[in-house]
């Protein structure tokens, strides 16, 4: 009954997705993947999209690939010193202690001129000030459109958080918080934060149409939306007034049609260029083509199993411990990343600043998850895993994680059905708290550690569900309240690295790998970057002339 539940609310939502979308998008009958060599280059990632706007997003495709290609934002983070440099906004300043930021912008950029919008004047503050208006401020006309979530930014409770955003003048815009917080501008780089077109969203608003600020994109980033067939393929087309200077490559396609082997095999007969997060039992097939390059790069990234506190037994820390130790992480390891990934000793990668470096990985032990299933009083248990179909930067292969996970927990007598769900219904369908188990996982573009912490485990977090634990604990939400204000990094590390043994502690989830992104891509394609922190702008990818064509 749960399969046949799950596959009609994807179909419905694909249909409505579909109805929704405009003529301007018009479909052809497969995606171009021939005369592309010549103009642009496929890129081939497994994923579902289910909105053009990463503000309303839950991570995925969306946010990993296409958001940096569609918008800019205020600031980026620089993905070899993890800095934060300059974007749109071109310097900005710190006041108060933490509590009010001001940006002075760029005075020459443009949006994009699509066939559903064409500006009429370069970006300014009232740009900057409706797009954080719409996520922080519920009065504003477009924070209810489309479901009115915006999960990242919920999950940091930042509508209680931001007091005032306001245009100082054309280019500068100040934005005041109730209280510091020393991660704001660390939240503001990632992909979730892009500056929208408020001209475009008074269009919208005149004829009455305003979610098709979330599905009709208008940013200022390099390539704008030209075509779209939900599953197949998404094709960006350059933008000719990109502030940056002309991209390079008139047009890429993000490839959406095919999973697993699949890909891979596209990218051996040349149908795709770049082969996003490949498998890791594929990297010895890769390597051993002189056609193709990889590259690997370590990544703010976790994958981890949640529990869902929320139901007993699981809401006795005894029974998580227990299915902790049963876990057999070096096999996971081997079958599943093949030396791509290291066990994950905390919800926060290795390469966090505020990573705690006595943090201890979970030992595999079955007689002791036996005997803390005995005292719990808990027997012949059976459980629902909820597992993402798509290959993550975290995880490559999640349904065969899933299946190692099932085989784990039924040496201590607990049988587990494994739910496999596509994209955002994960999140849907967790909703309802009948769910026991989620594989999951989290990538973010910032460096801090809160954009971990308080999406994945506060109790703000729940009502925004990116908590999928559904794990509210008073005492963790207090350290991190106390660590976004506290200036001082040393005082910050130290807070974080008591949360870290709160969650060892209570354990409700448990960190099992943090991946190396991956990418495989076609020896005369260059200029692709591989950050850490997510995907960066294609402007600089081009390919390399053959010999012939050089003649």
Not at 250 to 268: E, N, Y
Not at 486 to 510: F, G, N, W
Request: net charge neutral; proline share 6%.
């Amino acid at each position: 009954m749960r399969g046949l539940k799950l596959g009609a609310l994807i179909c419905a939502s694909t249909a409505l997705f579909v109805q929704a979308a405009p003529n301007d998008i018009s479909p052809q009958e497969k995606a171009p993947t021939v005369d592309i060599r010549q103009s642009g280059f496929v890129y081939c990632v497994n994923g579902v999209i289910d909105s053009f706007n990463p503000q309303i997003a839950n991570g995925g495709v969306l946010v990993d690939t296409i958001a940096a290609q569609l918008y800019d934002r205020l600031l980026d983070v620089d993905p070899y010193t993890y800095r934060l440099t300059p974007e749109l906004a071109d310097r900005w300043e710190t006041l108060n202690n933490g509590s009010v930021y001001r940006f002075h912008l760029r005075k020459d950029v443009a949006f994009q001129t699509t066939p559903w919008f064409t500006p009429t004047r370069k970006m300014n503050a009232d740009d900057v000030v409706f797009s954080f208006n719409r996520i922080f401020n519920p009065e504003s006309p477009y924070h209810a459109v489309n479901g009115g979530r915006y999960p990242y930014f919920d999950s940091m409770q930042f509508s209680n958080t931001v007091s005032e955003i306001r245009k100082i003048d054309p280019y500068t815009v100040e934005i005041r918080l109730n209280q510091p917080d020393a991660s704001f501008l660390w939240h503001l780089a990632t992909h979730y934060a892009p500056v929208l077109s408020e001209e475009y969203s008074r269009n919208l608003l005149k004829i009455g149409k305003q979610e098709r600020i979330d599905r009709l994109p208008v940013g200022t980033g390099p390539f704008l939306l030209n075509e779209y067939h939900p599953g197949q393929f998404v094709r960006l087309q350059r933008n000719q007034n990109y502030w940056r200077g002309l991209p390079l490559m008139p047009q890429v396609v993000i490839d959406l049609g095919a999973g697993g082997t699949g890909r891979l095999s596209k990218l051996l007969t040349g149908q795709c260029d770049v082969l996003a997060y490949p498998a890791a039992s594929q990297l010895s097939i890769l390597r051993d083509d002189p056609r193709l390059r990889i590259s690997l790069r370590t990544g703010m990234n976790v994958a981890y199993l949640a529990f869902n506190t929320s139901k007993p037994p699981l809401n006795d820390k005894r029974v998580r411990h227990a299915i902790a130790l049963s876990i057999n992480n070096p096999r996971l390891m081997q079958s599943i990343y093949y030396g791509t990934a290291e066990t994950a000793s905390s919800i926060l990668p290795r390469t966090s600043w505020a990573y705690d470096s006595e943090s201890e990985i979970t030992e595999y032990n079955i007689e002791k998850a036996k005997q803390l299933l005995k005292e719990a009083g808990v027997d012949d248990l059976r459980l629902h895993l909820w597992v993402s179909t798509a290959s993550q930067a975290y995880n490559p292969s999640p349904l065969k994680t899933a299946e190692l996970l099932q085989a784990d927990l039924a040496r201590i007598n607990i049988k587990v059905t494994i739910v496999p769900v596509e994209g955002r219904f994960q999140e849907n369908l967790l909703s309802d708290e009948n769910h026991d188990l989620t594989l999951a996982g989290w990538a973010t573009d910032s460096n801090d550690p809160d954009s971990f912490f308080r999406p994945l485990l506060s109790c703000a977090g729940i009502d925004s569900q990116t908590n999928y634990a559904r794990w509210c604990h008073p005492e963790f939400d207090r350290l991190l309240s106390q660590g976004v204000m506290e200036q001082d990094l040393s005082a910050r590390m130290a807070i974080y690295r008591q949360a870290q043994k709160t969650l060892a502690e209570e354990m409700p989830v448990l960190p099992l790998a943090s991946s190396l992104r991956i990418q495989a891509y076609r020896y005369d394609l260059k200029g692709l970057v591989l950050s850490p922190l997510g995907n960066v702008s294609f402007a600089g990818v081009y390919r390399e002339p053959t010999h012939k064509e050089q003649k």
